[in-house]
């Protein structure tokens, strides 16, 4: 067994503190904004211009103007506030949100990160991603432990075109948790995922990492 989706992002939201300002990316990230713990106060920020966005409508409900970084119909709040591209990236690069979750396509030990492009495909740019691991004070990726031939994204060095180098602070993929000390440039896995053990996670991961599971 493993994570799923669901126990990703929920992972992920225990890493939200009461007050905290957070960007979530594309993918599994955006499953956070309907996990934020009842009683606590997360303001969510969207590249494209919105402060205190809500959960995700339902079926039905949609509002096509409201929109995430990712085109997903989203809900604003009472205190929601609007704003251009330039203004919200301004809070970004200025340092002032305190968490983003993002997803991946490899980590490696010293906490580098690819996750905008494969070579040969198709792609319109880098987005915000590499704004956010630059200017956000930490940095949650989230993502699949191995790709669909079983290889591990979970790496020595990245292979892809990097997103920032020595941005990550905490992976989590369907396997379990690592935290990555950048300035040691080392990942030490503090948890397993429900049903996996440590020989099958040390299997499927090509990066070295320390163990200190809590």
């Not at 990245?158 to 440039?185: R, W, Y």
Request: glycine share 12%; charged share 20%.
């Amino acid at each position: 067994m493993a994570w799923t989706r669901d126990d990703m992002a929920a992972r992920a939201a225990k890493e939200l503190r009461d007050g905290f300002y957070v960007n979530l990316g594309i993918g599994i990230p955006t499953l956070v904004a309907n996990m934020i713990p009842e009683g606590m106060t997360v303001t969510l920020q969207s590249e494209n211009g919105m402060l205190g966005m809500g959960p995700f409508p339902f079926e039905g409900e949609e509002d096509a103007d409201l929109i995430n970084a990712g085109k997903q119909t989203i809900t604003d709040l009472p205190q929601t506030s609007y704003f251009s591209s330039a203004d919200s990236f301004g809070m970004i690069r200025g340092g002032h949100i305190n968490l983003s979750i993002l997803g991946g396509m490899e980590v490696a030990e010293n906490g580098d990160l690819a996750n905008w492009m494969v070579p040969g495909k198709m792609v319109k740019g880098m987005g915000g991603a590499m704004d956010l691991v630059a200017g956000v004070k930490r940095v949650v990726v989230v993502m699949d432990h191995c790709d669909r031939s079983g290889a591990s994204k979970v790496k020595k060095a990245c292979s892809l075109p990097l997103t920032g180098k020595g941005v990550v602070d905490l992976l989590i993929t369907d396997l379990g948790v690592f935290e990555i000390d950048k300035q040691a440039g080392r990942a030490a896995l503090i948890e397993l995922a429900r049903g996996v053990t440590l020989d099958e996670i040390t299997a499927k991961t090509e990066a070295s990492f320390s163990v200190a599971l809590r």
